[in-house]
Structures are given as structure tokens and as C-alpha cells.
Nanobody, 115 residues
Framework: QVQLVESGGGLVQPGGSLRLSCAAS????????MGWYRQAPGKERELVAG???????NYADSVKGRFIISRDNAKNTVYLQMNSLKPEDTAVYYC?????????WGQGTQVTVSS
């Protein structure tokens, strides 16, 4: 069963940057598609970005041009580089399988964008 541990969140001012990391275990990471998702207060969880096993990427329209998803198969880790952050990016960020996430979510990492 997949286990996921997210890290790297925090408080950042609008226009700032953060890099999130997600360490995965319990799967053969290199052959799995991975994604970053987020859930803002009072909203449904949504897909932010996905990366295939061959490193093809897909982004939600709201983050295109600002966020970059990447992976390191040697470290079983997927990253999300977030630039030009906006207050509306405030949410708990999760990683999971993509495009069909496992029922086994990690604890997530809180990102707060505020001045």
C-alpha cells in the first residue's frame, strides 16, 4: 500500500516561492504516475499537476506557467516548485497517484500565501 509524506509548506508572501517534496514508499515509484493535489478551506480537493512515469506533465489552468512538477526516481520523490504564489494558492497540498489517487492520502503540507 502506498505511503506518502509531504513536506516543504509554510507561510509566504504573495509573489514568493516554495518547493514541496513528497516521499513515496510501498510502490514501484519509477513506473507510477504521480500528482499534486490541493484542498482549500471549504472547497473540494483538486488536481494541481501530474507527472507520468516518463515525466510528461499536466497542469491545472490556474497554475500553468507558475508551478513546475518534477520527480527523482532514485529518491522515490516528487516535487512541486511553486513560483509567483497568490493568496488563492493557499491550501493543504497533497501528493498521490495520478490520475487516479489512492485512498491512502498523506497528512499534506499547509501552504499559506499572505502578506
Amino acid at each position: 500500500q502506498v505511503q506518502l509524506v509531504e513536506s516543504g509548506g509554510g507561510l509566504v508572501q504573495p509573489g514568493g516561492s516554495l518547493r514541496l517534496s513528497c516521499a513515496a514508499s510501498g510502490i514501484i515509484f519509477s513506473i507510477r504516475h504521480m500528482g499534486w493535489y490541493r484542498q482549500a478551506p471549504g472547497k473540494e480537493r483538486e488536481l494541481v499537476a501530474g507527472i507520468t512515469s516518463l515525466s510528461s506533465t499536466n497542469y491545472a489552468d490556474s497554475v500553468k506557467g507558475r508551478f513546475i512538477i518534477s520527480r527523482d526516481n532514485a529518491k522515490n520523490t516528487v516535487y512541486l516548485q511553486m513560483n509567483s504564489l497568490k493568496p488563492e494558492d493557499t491550501a493543504v497540498y497533497y501528493c498521490n497517484l495520478y490520475p487516479y489517487p489512492s485512498a491512502n492520502w498523506g497528512q499534506g503540507t499547509q501552504v499559506t500565501v499572505s502578506s
